[in-house]
């Protein structure tokens, strides 16, 4: 069974510019959750998609940062304009409903200078 | 007052040794109690995961969760280098809402 994917694995921008991160569930998971992981700390849920709907994106920024899944499947994330503190690495996870776990890609470490 | 609070360590331990992570919580709805195990540049990675209080065991690794005291234990018996890795805990609400701790880094000195 393949795992998550996630591209790109690393980026590099200047504040104040766009960036976009892709991510492949695994197949038939219904939901699809993005993280930010700061250096040091543990991840933080961005925002939980149930199929191509939101569940909670209570502590998404939703001046900078925005997402979306279209057709219930693959999602993406963006940040325009990017803050030197949206330094991080960007963990996209999934999971089946009803199964209390969830697995996770590679990551994205992005670097806002 | 965090959700989760976990211990960052660093922990160092000889080979061979045991090994003991924590967390404590403070939500009492929580129902899911989980460890990952995270290697330097890598994706969190699902150790072990248990609904009730008491103790589950997979090899080398044995989760414990104790309700009544809101708290969990991960113990790693026998400890390797390759086990060298930050480790989170995790915990989730009716609905898949999760919630991380910090994590704990851990090195196994051969």
């Known amino acids: 069974e393949a795992g998550v994917a996630q591209s790109p694995r690393y980026k590099i921008i200047e504040k104040r510019q766009s960036v976009a991160f892709w991510c492949n569930p695994i197949?038939?998971?219904?939901?699809l959750y993005w993280y930010q992981q700061i250096l040091g700390q543990g991840p933080k849920l961005l925002i939980q998609?149930?199929?191509?709907?939101?569940?909670?994106d209570s502590q998404l920024p939703k001046d900078r940062f925005s997402a979306e899944r279209l057709k219930g499947v693959d999602s993406t994330l963006k940040i325009q304009p990017a803050k030197l503190e949206d330094s991080a690495v960007y963990l996209c996870a999934s999971g089946t409903s009803g199964q209390e776990t969830q697995y996770f890609g590679p990551g994205t470490r992005l670097l806002v200078l | 007052q965090k959700e989760v609070e976990q211990d960052p360590g660093p922990l160092s331990v000889p080979e061979g040794a045991i090994v003991s992570l924590n967390c404590t919580y403070s939500n009492s709805a929580f129902q899911y109690f989980m460890w990952y195990r995270q290697y330097s540049r890598k994706g969190p990675e699902l150790l072990m995961y248990t609904y009730s209080s008491g103790n589950k065991e997979d090899g080398r690794f044995t989760a414990q969760v104790d309700k009544s005291s809101k708290y969990i234990s991960l113990f790693i018996r026998d400890s390797q280098p390759s086990d060298s890795a930050t480790y989170l805990c995790?915990?989730?609400?009716?609905?898949?809402?999760?919630?991380f701790g910090t994590g704990t880094s851990l090195t196994v000195i051969p």
């Open positions: 197949s038939g998971h219904a939901t």
């Open positions: 998609f149930q199929n191509n709907g939101v569940v909670d």
């Open positions: 995790a915990m989730s609400l009716p609905g898949n809402q999760f919630y």
